[in-house]
């Protein structure tokens, strides 16, 4: 994000703010993977959606600032992501569900898009830095998320047992077989029943495959660990000696 272009009211504030987040893959990387671990762990029902929510909805945002998204859809992100959280909060008073579902698709759109956005700063980074590995790794995680919520997704709207033998499954259980599949694990403990769950799957073992061998071997192949260090002592050593040039003499007077 362009924090020059951000001219909201309370703008230094956001420009600040703006300014710390700014290539924090370290940090969009720990939320994904606290988003993970909350989607594992706890029911995605009551007070517990509302908390998944809002660390989903802090992991978009970041991410897209992070990426040096423009100001304009950051707020958008900002303004939907509080949408889909009071959506949460209404679910967890009222009991209605349709409202969390509402909710759910608005987040996971938004951690779609941050995620393509994370993509693009990677791959037209001007240099290779252990924030662009992050990066990478974060994109690389969001994955396992997005196919997860779209296996679940599936099994609520189609006829069928999403697994075949039709087992007890709890929200996380699609989680762990999103991973493995990415990963190529492959435990064989949950297996498709069919279509279209075999054909996602085959795409994220592919995508999995292809995004590990071709981007992040690539950049961890031409990252050069120290060099920005080593840059940035050569330029305290550079204005130091320059300095110590143009100081006056005071034996002179």
Same mark, same amino acid.
């Given at each position: 994000?362009?924090?020059?272009?951000?001219?909201?009211?309370?703008?230094?504030?956001?420009?600040?703010?703006?300014?710390?987040?700014?290539?924090?893959?370290?940090?969009?990387?720990?939320?994904?993977?606290?988003?993970?671990?909350?989607?594992?762990?706890?029911?995605?029902?009551?007070?517990?959606?509302?908390?998944?929510?809002?660390?989903?909805?802090?992991?978009?945002?970041?991410?897209?600032?992070?990426?040096?998204?423009?100001?304009?859809?950051?707020?958008?992100?900002?303004?939907?992501?509080?949408?889909?959280?009071?959506?949460?909060?209404?679910?967890?008073?009222?009991?209605?569900?349709?409202?969390?579902?509402?909710?759910?698709? =608005?987040?996971? @759109?938004? *951690?779609? &898009?941050?995620? $393509? #956005? /994370?993509?693009?700063?990677?791959?037209?980074?001007? !240099?290779?830095?252990?924030?662009?590995?992050?990066?990478?790794?974060?994109?690389?995680?969001?994955?396992?998320?997005?196919?997860?919520?779209?296996?679940?997704?599936?099994?609520?709207?189609?006829?069928?047992?999403?697994?075949?033998?039709?087992?007890?499954?709890?929200?996380?259980?699609?989680?762990?077989?999103?991973?493995?599949?990415?990963?190529?694990?492959?435990?064989?403990?949950?297996?498709?029943?069919?279509?279209?769950?075999?054909?996602?799957?085959?795409?994220?073992?592919?995508?999995?495959? =292809?995004?590990? @061998?071709? *981007?992040? &071997?690539?950049? $961890? #192949? /031409?990252?050069?660990?120290?060099?920005?260090?080593? !840059?940035?002592?050569?330029?305290?050593?550079?204005?130091?000696?320059?300095?110590?040039?143009?100081?006056?003499?005071?034996?002179?007077?």
């Amino acid at each position: 994000m362009d924090p020059t272009a951000i001219r909201a009211p309370g703008g230094e504030r956001w420009l600040r703010r703006a300014e710390q987040v700014t290539d924090a893959f370290g940090l969009v990387l720990v939320l994904v993977l606290v988003t993970f671990v909350l989607t594992s762990l706890i029911d995605n029902s009551g007070w517990g959606s509302v908390l998944i929510m809002a660390v989903t909805a802090a992991t978009s945002v970041v991410a897209l600032t992070s990426s040096h998204a423009r100001a304009h859809y950051v707020h958008i992100a900002i303004y939907l992501s509080s949408v889909s959280l009071v959506l949460s909060i209404v679910t967890a008073v009222s009991g209605a569900s349709v409202w969390l579902n509402f909710g759910a698709i =608005i987040q996971v @759109v938004l *951690l779609a &898009a941050a995620t $393509v #956005a /994370v993509l693009i700063r990677v791959v037209t980074a001007a !240099e290779v830095s252990a924030r662009t590995i992050l990066g990478a790794i974060s994109v690389y995680t969001v994955l396992g998320l997005l196919f997860g919520f779209a296996y679940e997704a599936i099994a609520r709207v189609q006829s069928g047992p999403f697994f075949a033998g039709d087992p007890h499954v709890q929200h996380g259980d699609f989680l762990f077989f999103s991973y493995t599949t990415l990963t190529t694990t492959g435990y064989g403990d949950l297996v498709p029943a069919g279509q279209p769950g075999e054909m996602i799957a085959t795409f994220e073992m592919l995508i999995g495959q =292809i995004f590990l @061998v071709t *981007l992040v &071997a690539g950049l $961890v #192949a /031409v990252w050069r660990p120290g060099t920005g260090l080593k !840059e940035r002592r050569e330029r305290r050593a550079a204005k130091t000696s320059g300095a110590a040039f143009t100081e006056p003499d005071a034996s002179a007077d």
